[in-house]
């Protein structure tokens, strides 16, 4: 009997304890060009998550979690698969996804309809993508070398090997080494 109770507190602690933040995704959308309208192909799309640990002074040590990398068809389209995302409250906490979306020649990424296509992108129903071309190598040059241009640092090499081809495509039309 003692040991039944036992283990029965124990699963309602760990159920208290170690909880799902959130299924979140299917995230799907297309990726057109801002001008034209046309789908891109060759966009790199790139989610990842980060997990921070709980300190005294807050939350710290954040550093990579898990990554989704994909590349748009013709048709323009990408899906990122659904997360769950499980935590210990006050001991650890996952983070995102964030976006990185980028084709060499193009500008900041931006949806169709405006911020308020977050809620519905992020409960899985379809969005529209924006690129805007950049037409000179200035503004090109500007894009690449501004906050806006997100470069995934905590995202392992071999877990964005689209996006760095991509990248390196680039920065070979800029005159810059590669990486």
Not at 68 to 77: I, L, M, N, P
Not at 153 to 168: I, Y
Request: aromatic share 14%; net charge neutral.
């Amino acid at each position: 009997m003692r040991a039944t109770c036992a283990l029965a507190f124990s699963f309602v602690i760990t159920v208290a304890v170690v909880s799902p933040v959130a299924a979140a995704g299917p995230w799907n959308a297309q990726v057109v060009d801002a001008e034209t309208g046309q789908p891109l192909d060759g966009v790199v799309v790139l989610a990842f998550w980060t997990r921070s640990t709980a300190t005294l002074g807050g939350w710290a040590e954040t550093r990579y979690h898990v990554s989704e990398e994909v590349v748009t068809g013709s048709d323009g389209r990408f899906t990122i698969s659904a997360r769950w995302s499980y935590t210990i409250p006050m001991f650890t906490k996952v983070a995102g996804p964030e976006w990185v979306i980028f084709k060499s020649g193009y500008g900041q990424w931006r949806f169709r309809t405006g911020i308020e296509a977050w809620d519905t992108f992020d409960r899985g129903e379809p969005a529209v993508i924006e690129l805007p071309p950049l037409k000179t190598r200035e503004e090109r040059l500007h894009f690449y070398r501004s906050p806006s241009f997100r470069y995934p640092w905590t995202v392992p090499p071999n877990r964005q090997e689209h996006f760095r081809e991509a990248e390196n495509v680039e920065r070979a039309y800029l005159g810059l080494s590669d990486r």
